[in-house]
């Protein structure tokens, strides 16, 4: 997995007003709009959150479903390959991105690590 910077300045730039942020993970981007998980950045391809209630509207727009390979098996996130309008159109990136938002929304809160000892 590797980021491509400016897919990730492009998705901050194309969001405002609201404040998008990124972290590092395993070579991609995790983004996050005012600190909710919405998408990732692997390579040069956006993957947006989603869940049960938003899978619908993606298997409509033929969205496929992020997977990874770890040694022999094959995992998958529940993210989705934004459509391609997406890179170069701000109203559906900010269409689709908001129904990744949703779904972040909903998504349980993880708790912190308890501590051992």
Same mark, same amino acid.
């Given at each position: ?31 996050? +709009?005012?600190?909710?998980?919405? =998408? ?5 391809? *956006?993957? /947006?959150? @989603?869940?049960?209630?938003?899978? $619908? ?28 309008? +997406?890179?170069?159109?701000?109203? =559906? ?5 908001? *129904?990744? /938002?949703? @779904?972040?929304?909903?998504?349980? $809160? ?8």
């Amino acid at each position: 997995m590797a980021a491509d910077d400016g897919l990730v300045a492009w998705v901050v730039e194309a969001m405002a007003p609201a404040t998008v942020t990124s972290r590092a993970m395993m070579g991609g981007r995790t983004l996050y +709009c005012d600190g909710i998980v919405f =998408a990732i950045v692997d390579d040069d391809l *956006l993957w /947006l959150k @989603a869940d049960k209630v938003s899978d $619908a509207e993606w298997d409509a727009e033929g969205a496929p479903r992020f997977t990874f390979r770890m040694g022999e098996k094959t995992g998958s996130m529940n993210y989705r390959r934004a459509p391609n309008d +997406c890179y170069d159109d701000p109203d =559906a990136l900010r269409r689709w991105a908001t *129904l990744a /938002l949703e @779904a972040g929304m909903r998504a349980p $809160a993880k708790r912190p690590a308890r501590k051992r000892g």
